[in-house]
């Protein structure tokens, strides 16, 4: 059971540079300065507007390729210009929550219709495990963010991301990159591992919200935090809804 047109996005528009740059600009009495705790309830709150969307548009839009891709680089557009221009994100944050709640529901009932309403949960739970258990692990130091462990993630995202858009400007021609989220051991360990990524992808994300309060950014930068928070929990999640269907298609072969 082949899933190779299912692409996934990353977050690698986050990064030092953004949070000193944007803290140069300075800040005013209007704007107020960035905190963890705000980043954490700008998360939050994008979260919930993405699950909502993704519960009232998975039932109504029926999944298909258009839908899909559009509402994939329809959100990956947004981050860009959210990070283009830090200071509308107050109000792109909450639009690109909307798109990422189409993407996450309309696949998910795709996959739902094909292998039951535990698949979803599953992941779910799967995808909230990982969360949790990045986020001990970045609080007591048991994975650091240091500068190489920044490098290799970034590069590993960014060379999935390329794969991925080859993925798909191949799939136009009816040809498939061997082995990538196909039913088969091999297809599942490339899936383990670009799961095991996004994961310290998240190692990240927490440590630039951390960096983005060090570093006084402005209020704004907290819904920018929170974009690349939830594009990695994006790209988590589908990543483990392909892996299960994948083995289940794998086992019952």
């Known amino acids: 059971m082949s899933k190779n047109r299912f692409m996934t996005s990353t977050n690698p528009f986050i990064g030092d540079k953004s949070f000193s740059k944007n803290a140069s600009l300075g800040i005013s009495k ?19 507007i993405l699950l909502v969307s993704a519960v009232l548009f998975g039932k109504i839009l029926p999944f298909s390729m258009p839908v899909f891709y559009g509402s994939m680089f329809g959100g990956l557009a947004i981050a860009m210009i959210s990070y283009s221009k830090p200071t509308i994100a107050p109000y792109t944050a909450p639009l690109y929550a909307v798109v990422e709640g189409i993407l996450v529901g309309t696949v998910t009932y795709f996959f739902i219709e094909i292998l039951g309403p535990g698949i979803a949960m599953n992941a779910v739970l799967l995808t909230i495990l990982c969360l949790v258990s990045m986020l001990l692990s970045y609080k007591f130091g048991l994975i650091k963010p240091t500068k190489k ?8 995202t960014g060379s999935i991301m390329m794969i991925y858009l080859l993925s ?7 040809i498939q990159i061997p082995y990538l989220h196909q039913a088969n051991l091999l297809g599942i360990g490339i899936s383990v591992f670009i799961i095991c990524i996004a994961s310290l ?4 994300d927490f ?9 006084k950014s402005p209020k704004y930068m907290e819904w920018v935090c929170g ?23 794998y086992t019952s072969d």
Not at 168 to 174: A, D, G, P, R, T
């Open 30 to 48: 209007d704007t107020g300065l960035m905190t963890v705790s705000g980043a954490v309830n700008k998360s939050i709150i994008l979260s919930v």
């Open 207 to 215: 440590d630039n919200i951390v960096q983005g309060a060090n570093a």
């Open 227 to 249: 974009i690349g928070l939830l594009m990695t929990l994006v790209w988590l999640y589908i990543e483990i809804l392909q892996l299960l269907a994948m083995l289940a298609a």
């Open 201 to 204: 992808r998240l190692i990240v």
């Open 149 to 156: 462990f920044r490098s290799f993630i970034t590069t590993a």
């Open 168 to 174: 798909y400007v191949l799939s136009i021609f009816n």
